[in-house]
């Protein structure tokens, strides 16, 4: 049985949640002993408790895994019975618990050097290429900073997604493609 045919047997499905702290994206390497795919690289995630969403599990084993509640959370994409998110944190405090041996920060130019579960690499790679959505700080009042120079300059790809500025409140803006 490939991985595509377990992941459609399985009951239940599992979300994960891409993080971005500025350029970088947070991921954990499963730990040697782990059931499934050990020392792996993975996205913090996990399955869906009954009752619960994909979006509220994504942020739950966010939480669970890396002690990161991301923020601005929304759907990326959807694989078979993986279900997957992309946030932001203003910190680059990460604290793993015992599923995970390590974590890294990484950019879009290191993820061949890792060995991923699958559909990591390629959700990855979506979130780092996507262009829908830009984070730019703001102050409390949006009138602001949220101006058409901003507006502009992400419409032309100034600001990659994901960058956060510590210490400043943040609002996302939707940038439609030409």
């Known amino acids: ?76 994409r959807s694989f078979p019975g993986f279900h997957v998110f992309v946030g932001i944190t203003n910190s680059a405090k990460v604290r793993i618990n015992k599923e995970s041996q ?12 890792y060995d991923f579960v699958p559909y990591v690499r390629e959700a990855l790679g979506l979130a780092f290429k996507a262009n829908e959505t830009v984070v730019v700080p703001i102050q409390t009042d949006p009138g602001k900073y949220a101006s058409r120079v901003l507006l502009a300059a992400a419409k032309n790809g100034n600001f990659p997604l994901g960058k956060v500025l510590p210490g400043n409140p943040l609002r996302t803006i939707h940038v439609g493609r030409d």
Not at 50 to 76: D, F, H, K, M, W
């Open 1 to 76: 049985m490939n991985f595509r045919e377990y992941m459609e047997a399985q009951e239940e499905d599992a979300a994960g949640v891409i993080v971005f702290y500025g350029d970088e994206a947070l991921i954990l390497q499963r730990g040697p002993t782990a059931p499934w795919m050990p020392n792996k690289w993975n996205l913090p995630g996990g399955g869906i408790d009954p009752n619960e969403t994909p979006y509220i599990a994504a942020i739950r084993e966010c939480r669970e895994e890396a002690g990161i509640v991301p923020q601005n959370v929304r759907s990326l």
């Open 102 to 113: 390590r974590y890294q920060w990484v950019d879009s130019q290191s993820l061949m050097k």
